[in-house]
Each structure stands twice: as structure tokens, then as C-alpha cells.
């Protein structure tokens, strides 16, 4: 049978199959000998060993749609990003490091704020305008009031999505009300997590309903992926593209060239005031990451 892989972790994969439930997997060696190694959000094929036991093998891993670096999962369709407007405020630098990752891995990428009940109008209006020209959709919520939710429901409806942002915005409030009872049978493996094992969080699997699945990752805050390199970053800032060519100087830095026109179109207030010194502070942790 076919399923999906929603959690690995100290040599086992629990390979969610719609309809039947999760099942403790290990993987054949072949795959070692061929040096490809399961990743959570991998299609498989299993042969059940016990079913009462829910136990089997992985016998083959389906090809997969993309691989992500950070997190290391496959087949994701969507990053959903969620960050608070207040309590904590949004650390607007943060979520730039968020987008530029999830770009870098050619990911479509929605941002969520949590807690809108707690922002005015001015604020989310202001958000909008920073994001959503740079091809980013802007939703806002609300898991205590319960504002929002069916747009975000639809919004991941149909697809794979990881989501992503710091600690105490709501993310598990969100996850929770998104859930439905195919959530349930995840169950299964809490009972054979209970070792004490293991304290690193690992990205894990939710499925939501029968082709809809969250993706929980460990947390990141810092731009160290292996193949960045500063002379690019400017790529991964989707708005910046069409004032590029205006640029004085090939391989412009947009810092310090003179007749740069991103700078200029910065200048005009075409590209945001907050995403350009963004852009400046990360080129600058880039340029200082040494080289081994």
C-alpha cells in the first residue's frame, strides 16, 4: 500500500496510509546502499508486517516533487509563515529571513498573522503593502476569536504545506483549529514515542484530511544555507527583479553603487523601506559568514 511519510526518528518512519492509519516503519537497506535516506513528506510503498501491530517495511520511496534543504522534508507545495501582530510585535527582519530561505528553495510562500484582533486597520493595510507586491497573499487571523480560519483553510486545502515562525505567535492555536478528526489517527504513534529518547524536535506530519498535510518544523534564525552567497541575495527578494536592469554597474550590490536602481525605486517608494534595510543587514551577515 501507498502512504506518506509524517515522522522519522531514530532509524524508524511513521507512514501515515489514508483510510488505514500509521504505521512503524523501517526502511531496506537498499536504500542505504544506493545512499538515498527517507525524508518526512516522502510518498512510499509499505508491505505490512502486522496489522494489528501496525508494523512494516518501506519498500519503495515514490519520486519526489522537490527536496528542501531547511527543513529537510519533501514534497511540499506551499510554506505558510505565521507570525503575530502584537504579543510578541512582528520581527519583520525574521520574517525576511523566513521568505528569503523558503525563495532560495523556490517555494510559494503565503504569511499569516496571528492575533489580528489585538492590530488596527493601519497596521494590517501597512503590512500588505510591504509583502504582497513582492507576490507574497497576506492573510490575517485570529485563533482566539476565530477570525480568518476558513481562509486559511482554503488556502492550504489540496496540498503539502510546512509552516514556519517564531515561538509564541499561535502557530499550534492555528494548527489545532485546522485539524480535523483525520488528525486522530496520529495518535498511534505518540503511544510508541513515550521513550524519553529523544529531546530534538523533528519535523513532523499532520494530516488534515485525506490530500491535506502540515508540516511542523524546528524553528531557524539565521541564513545558513549551504550555496547562498551574497552576490544572489538580492534574487531572493522577488520586487527587487524589475528595477535590477535599471542598475548603473553589473553586478550591482544595491548598498553602496552609485545610480542603483533598486535603491532608486527604494528611494521612489516602490520597494518598501523595511524590506530594503532588511535586504542590507542580511547581505551584510552574508558577506561576514566565513568560508571553510
Not at 38 to 61: F, S
Request: proline fraction near 5%; hydrophobic fraction near 35%.
Amino acid at each position: 500500500m501507498t502512504g506518506k511519510i509524517i515522522k522519522g526518528i531514530a532509524g524508524f518512519y511513521y507512514v501515515y496510509v489514508s483510510g488505514y492509519g500509521t504505521y512503524e516503519c523501517k526502511a531496506k537497506g537498499v536504500f542505504r546502499k544506493k545512499g538515498v535516506k527517507p525524508l518526512v513528506g516522502d510518498d512510499v510503498t509499505i508491505v505490512v508486517i502486522d496489522e494489528a501491530e501496525k508494523i512494516g517495511n518501506i519498500e519503495e520511496i515514490l519520486p519526489r516533487k522537490n527536496e528542501l534543504i531547511r527543513p529537510a522534508v519533501s514534497n511540499i507545495d506551499m510554506a505558510l509563515i505565521i507570525f503575530a501582530m502584537a504579543k510578541p510585535d512582528p520581527n519583520l527582519n525574521l520574517l525576511d529571513r523566513f521568505l528569503v530561505m523558503m525563495e532560495f528553495q523556490n517555494l510559494p510562500v503565503t504569511i499569516c498573522f496571528n492575533k489580528v484582533d489585538l492590530a488596527d486597520e493601519e497596521t494590517c493595510k501597512r503590512f500588505k503593502q510591504i509583502y504582497e507586491p513582492a507576490g507574497y497573499p497576506v492573510l490575517f487571523c485570529s485563533a482566539k476569536q476565530g477570525i480568518g480560519i476558513e481562509a486559511l483553510k482554503s488556502t492550504i486545502a489540496h496540498k503539502t504545506v510546512t509552516v514556519a515562525g517564531p515561538s509564541g505567535v499561535g502557530k499550534s492555536s492555528l494548527v489545532n483549529l485546522i485539524q480535523t478528526e483525520h488528525t486522530m489517527e496520529t495518535g498511534t504513534i505518540s503511544e510508541k514515542l513515550k521513550r524519553g529518547k529523544h529531546t530534538t524536535r523533528h519535523s513532523e506530519i499532520l494530516p488534515v484530511s485525506e490530500d491535506t498535510f502540515i508540516v511542523d518544523t524546528p524553528g531557524f534564525s539565521s541564513l545558513d544555507v549551504p550555496g547562498m552567497e551574497k552576490e544572489d541575495l538580492w534574487r531572493y527578494y522577488p520586487e527587487f527583479a524589475e528595477y535590477e536592469p535599471q542598475c548603473r554597474f553589473i553586478g550591482c550590490s544595491h548598498i553602496n553603487e552609485p545610480d542603483c536602481g533598486v535603491k532608486n525605486a527604494k528611494e521612489e517608494g516602490s520597494i518598501p523601506q523595511e524590506r530594503y534595510e532588511n535586504y542590507k543587514l542580511l547581505y551584510e551577515e552574508l558577506k561576514n559568514i566565513k568560508k571553510y
